[in-house]
Each structure stands twice: as C-alpha cells, then as structure tokens.
C-alpha cells in the first residue's frame, strides 16, 4: 500500500516539475527576444571629425569668370559637444567662362556644434589666406575668412552626409593685365557636399 501511494506521488509530480521547466524556459526565451535592443552611446567630445567632398565656388576677384569646381577637405575637432575648431583646405580649378583661374583656400577657426540624435548642424568662422593662379593677379596670395555653416545626417555609427555653405572673403589687388580686378574685399559664394568620417 505504502509504495503504490508513493508511485501516485512520483506521478502527480512529474508532470508539474515539466511544466515548470517549460514556463521558466519559454519566459526566459520570450524575455530574451522582447527586450529592446541599448541605444547607440552619443559620439564624446573630444573626438574629431574629417571631412572631404566635391565644392563649387565663384571667383568674383577675376573679371569674366563665372564659377570653379573642386574640392574641399576639413577636420573638426571637438572640446566640448557644443564647441570645437575647424581647419579647412580647398581647391578650384575646373571652371566655366572666359577666364579659368585657380583657387586655393587655406582656412581655420573656431566653430559651434548643434547636437541632436541623428543630425547635427554647425556654424563656423574661419580665417586665413586664398590663393588665386592662372590670371597674372599681382599679388596672388591674399588675406581671406569665409562665415558660414552646414548640416550632417548620421548614416552610419562613424558615417554622415554633410551640405554646407560659405560666403568666403578676400581681395587681389589689382593686377598689370587687368584680369584679376579687387581692389577691395569681395565674396564668393561656396556650396559643397561630402562625407564625415567620426574618430
């Protein structure tokens, strides 16, 4: 008797223990697959960030030449998220008009960040020299600064698209040909669009 009653116990239990296996495993799976996956952390500052891309620019300190082509590369660095400074190269050479000089823009300055999650928008003033050849400018070197800014959308945890602009001073005295003509400090308008590289 004692060990028939002991068998309807080993029975009555087993069924349970299996179905506390089974609960405590389909909890654990369902647990694993419902929790949200940690959010990315935010870029620190004191990173930096490098920049290249393709550029347009006017060359308004030369007579009859209507817009340059090319290039720009840049490095921000970044104190603070807000605050940082920015070293900027460009070049010009590929025009359109009756006159096709180059460009060289050689710039540096401080900058103010705008963070936010996936985009971040920037202002910048930035000073330095421009260099214009091809046109027998005299002199050809001349003190320049470009006040503008852009706007970057992260693609990627270490990717962004950037648009920006600037309006970028300078002035050329006047030169023996006539070509090159400011005698005064002009502007001409850049726009560019590229990549950002996060370190």
């Known amino acids: 008797m004692k060990g028939k009653f002991l068998l309807f116990v080993l029975c009555a239990c087993a069924p349970i223990s299996v179905f506390g296996q089974a609960s405590s495993s389909s909890s654990a799976s369902s647990s694993a697959t419902t929790t949200p996956a940690l959010p990315e952390a ?4 004191g990173h930096f960030d490098v920049y290249a891309g393709v550029a347009y620019s006017s060359a308004n ?6 817009a340059l082509f090319g290039g720009t590369v840049a490095v921000d660095g970044k104190l603070k998220p807000w605050l940082g400074g920015t070293v900027d190269f460009g ?4 025009g359109y008009g009756m006159v ?11 900058a ?7 985009f971040e928008g920037y202002v910048h003033v930035l000073f330095g020299l421009a260099h214009t050849g091809g046109v027998g400018a005299t002199p050809n070197l001349a003190y320049a600064y470009a006040v503008g800014g852009g706007m970057q959308y992260d693609i990627r945890r270490n990717l962004a698209l950037r648009a920006a602009g600037d309006g970028i001073f300078s002035a050329f005295a006047l030169d023996p040909n006539h070509v090159g003509y400011s005698q005064n400090m002009r502007v001409n308008p850049r726009a560019t669009f590229g990549a950002v590289y996060h370190f």
Do not use: W
């Open 91 to 94: 070049y010009y050479g590929m």
């Open 112 to 118: 103010f960040f705008i963070p936010s999650d996936k």
């Open 42 to 45: 935010p870029k620190p500052a």
């Open 100 to 110: 096709k000089p180059t460009m060289y823009t050689m710039l540096a300055g401080p």
């Open 61 to 66: 300190q030369v007579k009859s030449s209507s």
